[in-house]
């Protein structure tokens, strides 16, 4: 299971409402934290997050609205010492602003105590840890390396209950051995293997994420079947020709694309406030009735199919 708390779900400018955009995305512990806009730090605050354990951020491109909170977000950790090293993963553009503003703005002097490490992001997989992946794709908008991400959980074979209760596996540390794919002896001198237990395997819950974005046709390979997508809708259909113009998205492309690429849930986020809430999720479900808007502090579980 994979779960994203919405810190922040404004378009370009904070509302009394919403921050600015930052999605935390945790898995068995982990966390990733993807863009950062102004205030991203008192956001995990409010929510009860906290910093722990928030050691990479995933950067979507380079506009401010999405990067500014980086320096107040690297502050805090490095003067609480909650992590002791931070990652930025960004195409190249953003990468040189998010190291223009650590090195040369928040510490133009001295280093922080907290390692800073910046990681350009090209098309592909990125990170791989424990059971899951993250891959880059690249997304079309008016700011150069812009990337969305595909987070995917891998598959699994489940324990069988009544093979484990047959065989007499005590529940606790064999059980769990066993789960790692790892043969176990009983006190009784048996070996039970892994496949004498396992059931067929599982696949893993998916999740994408994309930033702000111009158009949707490409990105259809990238999301296909995820199990919920994340991405902007900064204007209501009646506005198609200034989100052309501002290279953003409706809430019709939005929900297109969920469509198109077969996913079972879509959260829209990057919110203008010129619209009511309600009036875009429900134009949203007249193409994607699992459509939901998203807002600050809303947190998705995002589960495997069946």
């Known amino acids: 299971m994979l779960e994203a708390t919405f810190l922040g779900t404004a378009a370009s400018v904070p509302s009394p409402e919403r921050g600015l955009p930052a999605l935390?995305?945790?898995?068995?512990?982990?966390?990733?934290?993807?863009?950062?806009?102004?205030?991203?730090?008192?956001?995990?605050?409010?929510?009860?997050i906290g910093f722990r354990r928030l050691d990479r951020v995933l950067l979507t491109h380079g506009h401010l609205d999405h990067i500014l909170g980086l320096a107040g977000l690297a502050g805090t950790i490095n003067l609480w010492r909650t992590t002791d090293r931070l990652t930025i993963h960004a195409g190249a553009a953003a990468l040189q602003?998010?190291?223009?503003?650590?090195?040369?703005?928040?510490?133009?002097?001295?280093p922080p105590r907290l390692a800073l490490e910046f990681r350009r992001i090209l098309p592909g997989r990125i990170l791989e840890e424990g059971r899951l992946r993250v891959t880059a794709f690249p997304v079309r908008h008016n700011a150069p390396d812009c990337f969305g991400f595909l987070f995917e959980e891998a598959s699994h074979r489940p324990l069988l209950p009544d093979r484990l209760d047959a065989l007499g596996v005590p529940a606790g540390p064999e059980?769990?051995?066993?789960?790692?794919n790892e043969p176990v002896t009983l006190s009784d001198g048996r070996q039970v293997e892994p496949e004498q237990v396992l059931g067929p395997a599982k696949p893993g819950a998916k999740l994408a994420v994309i930033g702000d974005a111009e158009g949707v046709d490409d990105l259809v390979p990238f999301v296909r079947g995820a199990d919920t997508l994340i991405v902007e809708a900064t204007f209501r259909n009646s506005d198609a020709g200034k989100a052309r113009a501002r290279s953003h998205l409706t809430v019709g492309d939005a929900a297109h694309l969920a469509a198109a690429a077969g996913v079972r849930d879509l959260w829209l986020t990057h919110v203008s406030d010129r619209y009511r809430a309600a009036d875009l999720e429900a134009e949203a479900r007249t193409v994607f009735p699992r459509a939901r808007l998203a807002r600050d502090f809303d947190r998705v579980r995002v589960l495997a199919p069946g």
Do not use: F, I, K
């Open 97 to 110: 602003l998010a190291e223009t503003l650590l090195l040369r703005v928040t510490w133009p002097d001295d």
């Open 24 to 48: 935390l995305v945790q898995h068995e512990g982990r966390r990733y934290l993807v863009d950062c806009g102004e205030g991203t730090q008192r956001q995990l605050m409010r929510s009860g």
């Open 175 to 180: 059980r769990s051995r066993l789960a790692r």
